[in-house]
């Protein structure tokens, strides 16, 4: 739409008396009276000076503020003589004149100009402006003219706040009659429910000039940006975006969003209006996005606000039971009130009554069964199996819909007793094979979960798997839960299933299990070692009784020294010597790669490390050691944690030219100090002094912009003791020593760099996707702050410590050097036996640090090697001098490497018995408050196996202590060091059973 035209000058108006609005002019020009085409009076400005040569006359108007336009058009209304109706009028004629315009900020002077002042002065020509018409009639009253009309625009305009109009004739006998100056606009509208503001056009008569636009009251953006383009004629065009009523109000007329009143509403934005409020609820005020429900009434969480209120279901109907034996069959009618939806559904809650008191009531355990279902069921009707038999229950059957848990009061629900009748025994769970010969094998299994009474005896069916089938199987009984399989042939399986008989007879067979006779030779081997272990048992017997009496005598020599520590933690014995044999070794070792021994040995002439703390600017230090990075380079990708500085990312680095790598990046947090600063750089400081492939490695930082980073290799499978944790007993001994060689190796650099940790514990040892270990956490803040929320580290003593993995000369005194890194690399070796268990388990720091000074040390881990216990021990010397180097303890590594022989001998296989101190036990679960399967399984952090332990029948902690290292195969438990923690476990359980009284036990 095209705008209002709003003058900015209007010469001669059509009032004689009113002055024209020019500042000067030369005297050429002259101002008189005149008629316009309508013989109307009018003032003019006119020059007529045809006779003379060489004309140069000028009519300059008033100074004419621009208003912010970049545009002007000027409207000209005049009239010229036509030349040939001048008689004797020279070559000097004109029947043309020239407009101009003068940019500034003030206004020129008056007063006449000289020719020289026009021909200097700034002016800018607009156009020659010729006539379309010219007159040459004259009457009586005066000449009778002929106006033209023409239009002009100039610009851009922005030298100056305003402008002159100049008029230059040069020799024509011209009028003029009025002049109008003006800009073009587009208005202020209305639309898409969004105001744009009134726009002046833009510097050119094509310019799009784009006009921001503002949702109206009561409405939102829909698509952004909102926007309008006003084009050169004033008009709006190309709308994008537009905004929409909010909820709770609708459009009206186009332009303006409307409440909805009382009694309606309008749930989202957009052009729908108010809709009157659904059956069962209400608004009360204006606006409203919803209608709230009555009382009593509800809308279900999937409901839409259009949607009718609701209410609950009434109770089921005639409900009727059909009792079979320890089954029983519920059948119901359908509610008479269904609450107004079509979701009912039905819930069927059992609980089991004594006989005696029927109040006394409990919720049915997890082994009865519904069939579909207990909850959500949409037929009338359920079937419950595996009852007790002549047991009372009561059922509830519930009718529930979508606003069932909207109500304050329970699900209406209808309930029925009944009692079970006798019934057959349930199938045996499981069977084990106790021994095998070349004839014959020997079977046991537990009595049925439910016997629904006394077991009369059990049925055994079994028959050869390569030649017969359940059809031709052979039939024994017995009246035990064990029986002996004779006759068999030899190297052959068999398919067993036993059941159990009560008076209710036989019940279902067990599932079918294969079992295997030893072949001939496998026998006679076998017969062999059993012999030779009992020969080796009567020469174990005369050893054990000699160290017994050893034993005894050295107890009594200890006793005025021991503390109240004695029953915590093993004494520390500095002169034990083990002789290990290769005869020791059941099997041959484990084939495992390793890097070259010699691998990081640091060369004569290595360089020493400098503390970055010595420079006077540490970003100095930084610049020194450190590469800068460029941002651009770097692209994080997600957090994988945060530090003591801020948040840590994985990320990948793509250096100019050379291949994208991962990368772990340190960030520093928002709102930093300049000492957390320095000290977050400090680390990058230390770290770009280390060259060695088991030191992290560090990629650069940025430091010159945020925010500040510190970039370095990224290790996949993260902190040592959490990976070990992870990957519970499965490393072969020889792949754990290999970890703690490259461990020690990296130390070793560090120390003959004179570069002392301070921290060196698992949980700062990175491993990589080759599980090579690499130190790191060099950052030393931590040990200049003394307040501390992390129970590793204590600020009692003066800063902060790491007590569990700290030497005692520097928790005292706070001597860190080479030798109190090596005690802290004992402690680690002992984390990595242990897989990552916490060292000192669950004592206090004060605890532990009271033990060491009264020289006791933790225990050999379970089947840690001797020499790798002994090895921990020489770390843990009281006296620092006395404590191997990291060049011998990276020798002794590459010793037991060579020599995988000496990693099988004299382990450490015996679980802590009931009666030891709870720190002894941690190599077996707390079972006191373990209640099931699950829990159990939980205990021992071997949940992955529970899915194979319930679908091979080992559903109960019962069966579970019947358990043996066949079954462990059979369902899948390959994995030995697992083999092991789980039979440890179950023999745990086993003495804790015999240790209970026969009416315990039951």
């Known amino acids: 739409m095209r705008s209002l035209s709003f003058p900015l000058l209007l010469c001669f108006p059509p009032f004689i008396h009113t002055p024209c609005p020019f500042l000067t002019h030369t005297p050429q020009w002259e101002e008189v009276s005149g008629y316009d085409e309508n013989l109307n009076t009018i003032r003019t400005y006119q020059v007529c000076n045809v006779f003379e040569p060489s004309q140069n006359n000028w009519l300059l108007t008033t100074y004419i503020d621009r208003r912010a336009a970049q545009r002007i058009y000027v409207e000209i209304r005049f009239t010229v003589r036509d030349c040939a109706s001048i008689p004797s009028v020279l070559g000097s004629c004109k029947e043309t004149f020239n407009l101009y315009y003068l940019e500034t900020d003030r206004t020129v002077s008056e007063g006449i100009k000289g020719v020289e002042y026009w021909a200097n002065a700034p002016f800018l020509k607009v156009d020659t402006i010729a006539a379309d018409e010219s007159f040459s009639q004259v009457d009586f009253g005066g000449r009778l003219m002929k106006v033209n009309t023409e239009v002009r625009s100039f610009g851009p305009l922005s030298k100056g706040r305003g402008f002159h109009l100049a008029f230059q004739d040069l020799g024509a006998c011209m009028s003029l009659l009025a002049v109008r100056v003006f800009y073009k606009k587009c208005p202020s509208i209305v639309q898409n429910f969004a105001f744009f503001p009134e726009t002046l056009t833009g510097a050119e008569s094509t310019s799009l000039v784009i006009a921001r636009g503002n949702c109206i009251p009561n409405a939102e953006e829909v698509d952004v940006p909102i926007k309008l383009y006003c084009n050169g004629d004033g008009e709006w065009m190309v709308p994008i975006g537009s905004c929409s009523c909010k909820a709770g109000y609708e459009p009206d007329n186009g ?97 089991r009554c004594h006989s005696s008191e029927r109040r006394a009531c409990q919720p ?139 008076v209710a007879g036989y019940g279902a067979y067990s599932k079918e299990m294969l079992f295997q006779t030893l072949t001939d030779d496998e026998y006679k081997s076998e017969l062999g070692q059993q012999l030779s272990l009992i020969a080796g048992s009567l020469v174990g017997g005369v050893c054990i009784v000699s160290l017994v009496a050893i034993a005894i005598i050295c107890t009594r020599r200890r006793q005025l020294k021991e503390s109240v520590y004695g029953d915590k933690l093993q004494q520390y014995n500095t002169g034990g010597e083990v002789t290990l044999r290769p005869d020791m070794f059941s099997g041959p070792a484990p084939t495992v790669t390793f890097p070259s021994l010699s691998e990081g040995h640091s060369s004569p002439g290595v360089k020493i490390y400098i503390d970055p703390f010595t420079y006077e600017d540490p970003n100095e230090a930084v610049r020194e050691f450190a590469k800068e990075i460029d941002p651009s380079c770097v692209k994080i990708e997600e957090v994988i944690g945060s530090g003591e500085f801020g948040e840590v990312y994985k990320g990948r680095l793509k250096p100019v030219g050379k291949k994208e790598i991962p990368v772990a990046i340190k960030t520093l947090k928002v709102g930093y100090s300049e000492r957390q600063r320095r000290d977050f750089l400090a680390e990058a400081s230390i770290m770009g002094q280390f060259d060695q492939p088991n030191i992290i490695r560090l990629e650069g930082v940025v430091t010159k912009s945020r925010p500040t980073m510190i970039i370095t290799e990224f290790m996949e499978n993260g902190a040592l003791d959490s990976f070990l944790r992870q ?276």
Request: hydrophobic share 35%; with cysteine; net charge neutral.
């Open 364 to 502: 049915c355990d997890d082994s009865v069964a519904f069939v579909p279902g207990k909850r959500g069921l949409k037929e009338t009707r359920v079937e419950i199996s595996k009852l007790r038999a002549h047991t009372s229950y009561t059922f509830d059957i519930q009718a529930v819909n979508g606003v069932s848990n909207k109500s304050p009061y329970p699900a209406q629900q209808l309930s029925i007793n009944i009692t079970t009748n006798q019934a057959a025994p349930s199938a045996v769970p499981i069977m084990h094979q106790v021994s095998s010969t070349s004839r014959s094998f020997s079977l046991s299994w537990p009595p049925p979960e439910q016997p629904n009474g006394i077991i009369l005896d059990y049925e055994i069916r079994y028959y050869d798997k390569s030649q017969s089938s359940v059809l031709n199987s052979s039939e024994i009984q017995s009246e035990t839960p064990s029986v002996v399989l004779e006759g068999l042939r030899p190297g052959t399986g068999y398919v067993v299933q036993v059941r159990a008989r009560t």
């Open 255 to 351: 332009n303006v969003c409307r409440a909805c009143p009382q009694g309606t509403f309008k749930s989202s934005q957009g052009a729908g209006l108010c809709q009157q409020c659904p059956l069962n609820s209400r608004s009360t005020i204006e606006a409203a996005t919803l209608c709230g429900c009555r009382n009593g009434y509800y809308r279900g969480d999937m409901d839409k606000p259009e949607d009718v209120c609701t209410s609950v279901p009434s109770a089921p109907r005639n409900v009727v039971s059909v009792v079979n034996q320890t089954s029983v069959m519920l059948e119901w009618h359908s509610p008479r009130d269904l609450g107004h939806r079509d979701d009912l559904s039905y819930n069927v809650l059992c609980r």
């Open 727 to 1002: 990957n519970d007993g499965q490393f072969p001994v020889i792949q754990l020593v290999g970890m703690l060689r490259g461990i020690a190796s990296g130390m070793r650099y560090l120390a003959e760099m004179s570069y002392v940790h301070r921290d060196l514990a698992a949980r700062n040892i990175l491993v990589n996707s080759n599980l090579v270990c690499k130190v790191s956490d060099f950052g030393l803040s931590r040990y200049l702050e003394e307040d501390t929320s992390d129970p590793t580290y204590t600020s009692s003593l003066g800063g902060k410590i790491p007590v569990r993995w700290t030497a005692p000369e520097a928790i005292a005194y706070r001597k860190f050097t080479s030798a109190s890194d090596v005690w802290s690399y004992g402690i680690v070796t002992w984390e990595v036996m242990a897989y990552g268990e916490r060292p000192y388990w669950d004592m206090s720091n004060q605890d532990v640090i009271n033990a060491i000074e009264q020289d006791f040390r933790l225990p050999a881990p379970m089947d840690c090697p001797v020499v790798l216990h002994q090895l921990m021990l020489d770390c843990w010397q009281k006296d620092r001098n006395a404590r191997p180097k990291f060049p011998d303890i990276v020798s002794m590594l590459d010793k037991m490497i060579r020599n995988p022989a000496s990693l099988k001998a004299g382990t450490n296989n015996v679980a802590p018995g009931p009666s030891h101190h709870p720190l002894l036990d941690r190599g077996a679960p707390d079972l006191s408050r373990v209640s099931s399967v699950e829990d159990w399984l939980a205990a021992l952090k071997m949940t992955q196996y529970r899915d194979s332990f319930m679908g091979s029948g080992f559903t109960s902690l019962p069966l579970i202590t019947q358990i043996t290292a066949e079954d462990l195969q059979r369902i899948g438990v390959s994995l030995a060091g697992h083999q092991k923690k789980i039979l440890t476990s179950v023999q745990s359980m086993r003495h804790n059973i015999d240790d209970q009284s026969p009416t315990e036990s039951v």
